[in-house]
């Protein structure tokens, strides 16, 4: 039996540096091999071949079976979310052991578990004790002392069959008959798992005597000394912890990983850090901005000077072999404990003369390597080929090369851009499992070019940062909605059907609202921008940005409101941070300097294309608090369901805030944040959180933790790819995957220009039936009402409109799931194919289909005059389309036919909710 001792033993001396270790790759010591003593007994072949097939194991250990072990990761989380309880079951049965305490030898011993590439997917956590089983020579009955800590067994199957081994490993001495076969078995899952043996067991077993002794007997055939004479030894490996930042130094070449991931990675002709001076010029019309950045100094911090590593931090500081007067230091160190994949907090500290301000950082990068987020980003899913200011603006019109496009850019620079968006946020998640967030209001640029790094260039000389990894992406984004927090959940209210976009006054309104009721319709609010009046500009009708009732042109609207509320129905409004001069409301802002100022210290009155008007300085907490008691008084208090919280895009960078912790530059990005804080904190302060519902379109990093719901802003009102409807599925998909998880569009778009760009039937209706599909259907009549098609303009489109939402009520139930697991566990509402089925290659690629919760698969129809549509099936589940109930399973591309009203929706056969789909595919199907 003592060969498998000698084997436990080969297992425990095979080890290399920890990670967390300055590795100096050109000194390291060749292994030292085992010699056998030729004066002794021979070690047997099998020991041999074992120490072999270890080595083996280590050295093959690759990506893809790192993937496989991510995949198959979710039994062994499941267990050890229970695993804490664990250690206080088994303290009644540890008691006994202390009669017999010279049988019971503690050995301490951390392995590092499957070296290399699975070392940073398998982790058992704890405090580790390796339990020697009482001695049969004294008849005491064979007990495992399993430790007391036995701590979450995580984020991969090796840690169930961890578990396993530890369980097993107490059976087996109860029952001697077992232990050969049992201890064979243990044994080979010890060796699958472990591949070699923490870097400290080495040390750990030289400097402790009594086991020192007990491996030399091991190895020599000795006799033992009691009380090992007649014990069996048994390594019950309880917990691995194992340091999992590495910083390798190779003369100028330096390495820094995290598990089996590199992160940063500097070499002689490519620096990780470059420091440099700059110029910037922002030019803004109507909310569309021309950046011009000119680069006067580039230089590499091309020469490493230094480094340090613990398990836990590395910092390593470069200077420029041109200009000593130049260095920075980058620091990586993990900032969470007892999880297990914490996060890390990235720091670049440069000391540099105060005329540099522009900064580059380099992250490592694969070239099959995938990347996504970058906020609410509408043209693809996919960043990885292109670069992506940070800086929040009006979308554009047309956004791409076409008509539209040259034509509202030469008119006001407005055609926008692939990358222009309302909501830029510093932050991309990565195929990689690791989601990176930069702390930093300047303007900057996320490129993802090049093949092998990703690089990020501000307008700073330091950076603050946040990486965030995950075993799998869902689990991933996840900690990056609940790093950034979690939206609340929507009310019931808002999910029963349509919010209709009305306006023109109170009998408009109702006259609108009663011919949708009278068709079956299924009204959740009307929604009405011009409630606070209009004003006739150069540029046409436009409403009077002074946020308050106007009784005048809503005559008798809070009798209304009281009305429809015992319909349950709700009227929504209209609002902005911005007051037309000559309101009353400007008036008092101004007169209290609660409006962003010019450089003479007064309040900046900006053109917003026919009228102008002041900006409430929310960077200010005594103007925020002032808004967001007005937003209270005139909204929350007159009794409105909610509201559009418009715009936050249009500050100028010769604007100046009261508060001196923003510059004119990192103000402009700061105030979309501080615009859905200050909503935020109206609903919170009237206590209408989870009632009152405003929905906004800008935003960046941190705005999601604010926000109850998003909506994807002013598409035109058409079929293209750039800025049309189907923009918003790619927007909301990178939205979600930012941590904004609970979003909508208005319904056939917004920017109308008339006789080209005017709303059809088709593309009202087809959005429409797209809509059901998201947690929100709402309206908008557009910038031109009388251009475009609206749900009221013929008899078809209302009864076909009115339809759609049955369908969205009954799907209320599901609705509400969904919102409530996105709230509770940080999983958008409308997710890409590739977060719920990651191992299957072809569901990466698809932009335009979206999963609505984890059981219905939506595909939009996104072109004109279609009568069939291919959908992508992922994955190896059985789907059933919701219309003609055929089943299909993935992967596989199918065409369906695809009638207006009959969107191509497919459900999962094994669905919890899949009595309620194919109710409704029987109750409104053809």
């Known amino acids: 039996m003592w060969w498998r001792l000698d084997a436990i033993v080969l297992l425990l001396c095979l080890s290399r540096p920890a990670l967390g270790e300055v590795i100096e790759t050109e000194e390291q010591k060749p292994v030292e091999s085992v010699e056998e003593n030729d004066q002794q007994e021979s070690v047997p072949d099998s020991v041999t071949a074992l120490s072999v097939f270890v080595r083996s194991v280590n050295s093959v250990w690759n990506k893809n079976v790192v993937r496989t072990a991510m995949d198959l990761s979710h039994p062994g989380r499941l267990l050890g979310r229970h695993a804490r309880d664990l250690s206080s079951i088994l303290d009644p049965f540890t008691a006994p052991l202390s009669g017999v305490a010279q049988t019971v030898t503690y050995l301490p011993v951390f392995l590092q578990v499957l070296a290399g590439g699975v070392s940073g997917i398998v982790e058992v956590l704890g405090k580790g004790i390796v339990v020697v089983a009482s001695g049969m020579g004294y008849g005491a009955s064979a007990v495992a002392a399993i430790g007391r800590s036995i701590q979450a067994l995580s984020t991969s199957v090796p840690s169930l069959v961890a578990a396993l081994v530890v369980v097993g490993g107490a059976i087996i001495f109860l029952y001697p008959g077992l232990q050969e076969a049992a201890f ?333 009721k009278s068709a079956g319709v299924n009204v959740s609010a009307l929604w009405i921008q011009d409630w606070s009046g209009t004003t006739e500009t150069l540029f046409g009708h436009r409403v009077y940005w002074n946020w308050k009732w106007n009784s005048t042109y809503y005559p008798g609207l809070d009798t209304a409101i009281d009305q429809l509320a015992q319909e349950g129905v709700r009227v929504m409004v209209y609002m902005n941070p911005h007051l037309i001069v000559g309101g009353d409301l400007y008036e008092e802002a101004d007169s209290l300097g609660f409006l962003l100022k010019n450089d003479l210290g007064d309040s900046f009155q900006q053109d917003f294309g026919g009228f102008m008007g002041g900006t409430v300085d929310l960077t200010s907490e005594a103007a925020r608090n002032w808004y967001r008691d007005k937003i209270i008084q005139n909204l929350i208090d007159f009794g409105v369901g909610g509201w559009m919280a418009d715009f936050g895009e249009y500050t100028r960078t010769d604007m100046i805030s009261e508060n001196s912790a923003f510059t004119t530059e990192t103000l402009h990005n700061a105030l979309p944040v501080e615009w859905a804080k200050c909503n935020r904190e109206a609903l919170e302060t009237s206590g209408t959180l989870g009632n009152a519902v405003p929905f906004m379109r800008s935003g960046g990093l941190g705005s999601s933790g604010y926000q109850i719901l998003s909506w994807a802003g002013d598409q035109n009102v058409d079929w293209s790819y750039g800025d049309g409807v189907a923009s918003t599925i790619v927007a909301a998909l990178n939205l979600g995957l930012s941590g904004m998880g609970v979003t909508h569009f208005d319904i056939g778009g917004y920017t109308t220009q008339a006789p080209f760009l005017k709303r059809s039937k088709e593309l009202f209706l087809r959005s429409a039936e797209y809509a059901v599909f998201t947690p929100v259907m709402r309206t908008h009549e557009g910038n031109k009402p009388e251009s475009n098609h609206q749900f009221y303009t013929d008899e078809e489109t209302l009864n076909q409109f009115a339809r759609l939402t049955q369908i969205h009520a009954r799907l209320l139930p599901y609705a509400k799931d969904i919102v409530q697991q996105s709230s509770n566990q940080g999983i958008p509402v409308q997710r890409p194919l590739f977060l719920q089925y990651e191992g299957d290659v072809g569901s990466w690629d698809i932009m335009y289909q979206y999963l609505y919760g984890p059981d219905l698969l939506v595909a939009p129809v996104t072109d004109k005059m279609m009568d069939v549509w291919p959908v992508y099936i992922p994955g190896g589940d059985q789907w059933i389309h919701l219309w003609e109930g055929t089943e299909v399973t993935g992967p596989q591309t199918v065409v369906v036919n695809t009638t207006i009203g009959y969107p191509p929706v497919f459900y999962k056969k094994d669905s919890p909710w899949a009595t309620l789909f194919l109710e409704i595919g029987q109750e409104f199907g053809p």
């Not at 500097?266 to 030019?283: E, F, M, Q, V």
């Not at 900064?359 to 080929?385: H, I, M, P, S």
């Not at 979690?486 to 109702?510: N, S």
């Open 184 to 516: 064979t078995v243990i044994a080979s899952t010890v060796l699958a798992l472990a591949g070699r043996a923490a870097a400290g067991a080495r040390t750990f077993v030289e400097e402790n005597s009594i086991i020192s002794s007990f491996a030399s007997c091991c190895n020599t055939k000795q006799e033992m000394p009691r009380p090992f004479s007649y014990s069996l030894i048994f390594l019950l490996v309880a917990t691995l912890t194992e340091a999992r930042l590495k910083l390798i130094v190779n003369g100028n070449d330096v390495l820094v990983t995290y598990g089996d991931v590199e992160v940063f990675h500097h070499t002689p002709t490519r620096s990780l850090l470059s420091i440099g001076t700059g110029r910037a010029g922002y030019t803004e019309i109507s909310g569309n901005f021309n950046i011009t950045d000119i680069i006067d100094e580039h230089t590499d911090l091309d020469t490493y000077v230094d480094g340090s590593a613990s398990d836990t931090l590395v910092n390593i500081t470069f200077t420029s072999s041109t200009s000593t007067e130049l260095s920075a230091s980058l620091i990586v160190q993990e900032t969470e404990t007892g999880v297990a994949l914490p996060k890390l907090s990235i720091s670049v500290i440069s000391s540099v003369p105060a005329e540099y301000n522009r900064l580059w950082v380099k992250f490592q990068a694969e070239v099959d390597e995938k990347v996504f987020g970058g906020g609410e980003q509408y043209t693809y899913l996919n960043l990885r080929g292109y670069d992506f200011p940070i800086w929040t603006q009006e979308q554009g019109i047309g956004r791409d090369s076409g008509l539209i496009h040259n034509v509202t850019d030469i008119a006001a620079n407005a055609g926008g851009d692939y990358s222009t968006t309302y909501w830029p946020q510093a932050s991309f998640l990565s195929s990689r499992h690791y989601s990176l967030l930069i702390h930093d209001l300047h303007y900057m640029v996320l490129n993802f070019t090049n093949d092998d790094y990703h690089e990020v260039y501000l307008h700073n000389t330091g950076l603050q940062a946040t990486m965030l990894w995950g075993s799998d992406l869902m689990e991933t984004v996840q900690k990056v909605t609940t790093e950034l927090g979690k939206q609340p959940v929507l009310p019931d209210w808002i999910m029963t059907g349509a919010t209709l976009g009305l306006q023109r006054g109170t009998q408009e309104m109702l006259d609108y609202y009663n011919l949708a």
